[in-house]
């Protein structure tokens, strides 16, 4: 049986790293993170001063009235680290939910005698659409947790779940758990497509997000087809190359700035 070149990479789950051959290999989220996201500072904003405010509205105004100079710094202090992560707690927060109903889901199609549900009310409402959605599905499990490598060695990543139906139809499916459908999810699943294509067993006919937000009563589907996933990782393979590129030129442009300052030291 000939070797795969997914079975050459190494996957590492505590980081999410993969490497071939001694080089480290970019995920497909690494990849999507060039896209513009130009609401995602504007809501770390907000909830940073939400978080401030809370903590201020619960201050005991008998106590500040005895603050000392160093009382008013310390709880200034306190006000810009509760700023600063909240955003960061929100995201660790709902990654855990989101990674309870992957868990779930995946022991569900390894084996489901076994299978339990996630413990959280929400998360096991998510498992509930999930389930009463799959059951109706049409849809067999091929794969689960699908580890997935680009031909050319220029991407990895770990895929969901491969599907298919019952004329043979093949699936890449992917669940999202966060608060909306963004169009980093469908490239996503168009990379995911492409790679498996890429190795010759399979034809990939379609492709599923399946949006699973916390305590959500019914599971949201976004398809596309397969002209439109092609077109869709025609877009994705654009953020590869530029990837390559912005990673090249930022090698270049970081020793011309050591180069600048080392000339200043040397002043």
Known sequence: MTEKLVDRVSFRDSDH???LAGKK??????????LSKPALPWWAAKVGAQAVESRVLDLDLAVISDWKPSD???FATELFDLAQRAHIDIRNKAGKKGTAVHAAIDAYHTDFFTAAPPAEPDEQAAWTAFLEWWNTSGLTAVDTERKIVDSEGRY?????????DNAGNMYVCDIK???RVYTEAIMQNAAYAHAIESEGDYTIRGTKVLHLPAGCTTITIVERDREEWLLDYRMFDGLVALHAYRKGMDAWVRTINDNTNQTKDEA
């Open 17 to 19: 790293s993969y490497t």
């Open 25 to 34: 290999l970019p995920s497909v989220t690494t990849i999507l993170g060039n």
């Open 72 to 74: 008013v710094e310390a």
């Open 177 to 179: 758990t966060s608060n």
């Open 156 to 164: 990895a990543g770990r895929l969901d779940l491969l599907a298919a």
